[in-house]
T-cell receptor, first 113, second 114 residues
């Protein structure tokens, strides 16, 4: 019940296309859902995050869509660029719980020029 | 500048030796974490600490030890009991609360056992 399942494992998108990465969770106590971007040899950096009281959050070309009833959330990268090529991790947190973030297994995105 | 520092960036160790990885934060965060990342893999939690002088085991704590004597510092010792310690180690911190739960990561330490 503590798992966050992320798919796909890898993704190849043409420049200008839309990249979509999906995550699913079981624990309904989770109430904070961040996405992280990691470049090779670097630490992950927060990209965007959402709480379950909204269904969508947009920041620039990055959008999180959240479906509370299905217990799923996804990251959409619009107009994907070669500079977006990185590994993306979703995560979930129960903010009143143990401070323990549960991470998905990661998606390696490659955007072709 | 606020942030998390990890040192060293690269570390080489001989088999059978203990080694300590440093993690310092000046963000005034209560919680700190250590993760291990193997090539092409996700993040696995080793230990985390919610408050000074207290810490909890994560999913892969065997062969590792930590201390949290100061709010700013959370060093990780990789002991000789860790059978496969070569990996990328990431430290993180957060200040969970109603106003935000962002977890910040340090730049990482790459440990290689020779």
């Amino acid at each position: 019940q503590q798992q966050v399942k992320q798919s796909p494992q890898s993704l190849i998108v043409q420049k200008g296309g839309i990249s979509i990465i999906n995550c699913a969770y079981e624990n309904t106590a989770f109430d904070y859902f961040p996405w992280y971007q990691q470049f090779p040899g670097k630490g992950p950096a927060l990209l965007i995050a959402i709480r379950p009281d909204v269904s969508e959050k947009k920041e620039g070309r990055f959008t999180i869509s959240f479906n509370k009833s299905a217990k799923q959330f996804s990251l959409h990268i619009m107009d994907s660029q070669p500079g977006d090529s990185a590994t993306y991790f979703c995560a979930a947190l129960h903010t009143s719980g143990t401070y323990k973030y549960i991470f998905g297994t990661g998606t390696r995105l490659k955007v072709l020029a | 500048d606020g942030g998390i520092t990890q040192s060293p960036k690269y570390l080489f160790r001989k088999e059978g030796q203990n080694v300590t990885l440093s993690c310092e934060q000046n963000l005034n965060h209560d919680a700190m974490y250590w993760y291990r990342q193997d090539p092409g893999q996700g993040l696995r939690l080793i230990y985390y600490s919610q408050i000074v002088n207290d810490f909890q085991k994560g999913d892969i704590a065997e062969g590792y030890s930590v201390s949290r004597e100061k709010k700013e510092s959370f060093p990780l010792t990789v002991t000789s009991a860790q059978k496969n310690p070569t990996a990328f180690y990431l430290c993180a911190s957060s200040k969970p609360g109603a106003l935000g739960n962002e977890q910040f990561f340090g730049p990482g330490t790459r440990l290689t056992v020779l």
